[in-house]
């Protein structure tokens, strides 16, 4: 059974236990729930709850933000204390209300998201890998972006190896002007 919440079926809630003031959506709840809902022979016999929404690759270790959707009136509930409870991820519901209900004693919880701000999220590893080969190619390349696009050319000047869009950290677009690096750190 999952490790950071009990199901109350008759009242359609996933109540948080004891000592829970963190939740990774996708991993501690989605994942534990689908496990759960797969081996326990009361809660299979019942609809699953929670439609996972995006997570698909999109190529250049981007992926669509993942949303996961409590569905049929199914709700969390924080544990009996006084907390905040930190939800990792996007978690909805499938009629637009809040996924949370409130606890059953008189305590105070506050519910901080750390949510993915985009509809596309980007795969770390794939960044780190994608980085490492740049600094590769970049040694003795040259590099032009105009108009927020970025391209590497091979030796010859002529054929592109690389062709990205660019932004800043706040979505901005980027004009750079031309730049033939002397040499490129490795650090791989």
Do not use: C
């Amino acid at each position: 059974m999952a490790a950071k919440f009990t199901y109350d079926t008759a009242n359609k809630l996933f109540i948080l236990v004891a000592g829970t003031t963190s939740l990774d959506v996708k991993q501690e709840f989605y994942s534990a729930a689908k496990n759960d809902w797969r081996t326990d022979s009361g809660l299979n016999r019942l609809r699953f709850p929670i439609l996972a929404v995006g997570g698909q690759n999109i190529g250049g270790g981007q992926t669509i933000s993942p949303y996961y959707q409590l569905r049929y009136g199914w709700k969390v509930r924080p544990q009996e204390v006084s907390h905040e409870l930190v939800l990792t991820g996007n978690l909805i519901t499938d009629d637009g209300t809040d996924p949370f209900v409130n606890t059953v004693g008189n305590y105070n919880v506050r519910i901080k998201y750390v949510v993915t701000a985009n509809s596309i999220s980007l795969n770390d590893a794939a960044i780190a890998a994608d980085i490492a080969q740049a600094r590769k190619v970049l040694t003795n390349r040259r590099l032009i972006t105009a108009d927020s696009y970025l391209v590497i050319f091979d030796d010859d000047g002529i054929t592109p190896l690389l062709y990205q869009y660019v932004k800043d950290k706040m979505g901005s677009p980027i004009t750079l002007s031309e730049n033939v690096p002397a040499e490129v750190e490795d650090s791989t």
